[in-house]
């Protein structure tokens, strides 16, 4: 097991363009979580996911992001119409459904988005 | 959401134990107390996390007060590995509604050699 992958490490975009990270949870966690992070700050809820269903999301969201697990393994963000703002790094973090790791997040090691 | 208070930064010599502190003055009593640390250019890592007792694990251990208002993170022999900015979390539980893990800006560790 690899841990929790997420593609592209880097990636840089024009304002306007959209924009998709994926991330692939370790397999058998079905508890899947995105987080944004900027520079200095801690990481930032954005939508949690359990199995496929979509249980939780941000109320900072806008609507340009949307989030998707189709089959309860990996999952996308995708920002439309980026912005300057959006510059983050886009952290994706899964747990297991029972047992003792369940309350532990195991992250990725991030998609770093650059908007100019 | 609950909140976390924290020192922007602290130093300790290497080989030396830190005690790392976290005020959570609104903790309701199903929130677990959770550590977690990010070390620079990395997603953040789990350390420890606990209820009412004191945890302990092979990173570190945690104590947590009587009326569960402040933890504290010990790391009994710091080493430069450890340096990284650790963030202490209030993890509602599920049945509350929501699932979400709210970090805040954590405490910079610097350690000296």
């Known amino acids: 097991d690899t841990g929790v992958s997420q593609d592209p490490r880097h990636k840089i975009t024009k304002r306007g363009q959209n924009v998709t990270f994926r991330c692939d949870p370790i397999?058998?966690?079905?508890?899947l979580y995105w987080y944004r992070q900027t520079l200095g700050q801690g990481p930032e809820f954005l939508t949690y996911?359990?199995?496929?269903?979509?249980?939780?999301k941000s109320r900072l969201l806008s609507d340009r992001f949307s989030a998707e697990r189709p089959k309860g393994s990996f999952s996308t963000l995708e920002i439309q119409r980026t912005e300057q703002g959006d510059s983050a790094m886009y952290l994706c973090?899964?747990?297991?459904?029972?047992?003792?790791?369940?309350?532990?997040?195991?992250f990725g090691a991030g998609s770093r988005l650059t908007v100019l | 959401d609950a909140k976390t208070t924290q020192p922007n930064s602290m130093e300790s010599n290497e080989e030396e134990p830190v005690h790392l502190p976290c005020n959570h003055s609104t903790i309701s009593g199903t929130d677990y107390i959770h550590w977690y640390r990010q070390l620079p250019s990395q997603g953040p890592e789990y350390v420890i996390h606990?209820?009412?007792s004191n945890v302990n694990n092979r990173m570190a251990s945690l104590a947590i007060a009587e009326d569960r208002k402040s933890s504290t993170l010990i790391l009994h022999r710091a080493t430069l590995r450890d340096a990284a900015v650790y963030y202490c979390?209030?993890?509602?539980?599920?049945?509350?509604?929501?699932?979400?893990?709210?970090f805040g800006t954590g405490t910079r560790l610097k350690v000296l050699a």
């Open positions: 996911f359990q199995n496929e269903a979509q249980l939780e």
């Open positions: 397999s058998e966690h079905n508890r």
């Open positions: 979390i209030l993890r509602a539980s599920p049945v509350s509604g929501t699932y979400k893990y709210i």
């Open positions: 973090a899964s747990s297991p459904p029972t047992g003792a790791g369940a309350n532990v997040l195991t």
């Open positions: 606990g209820l009412t």
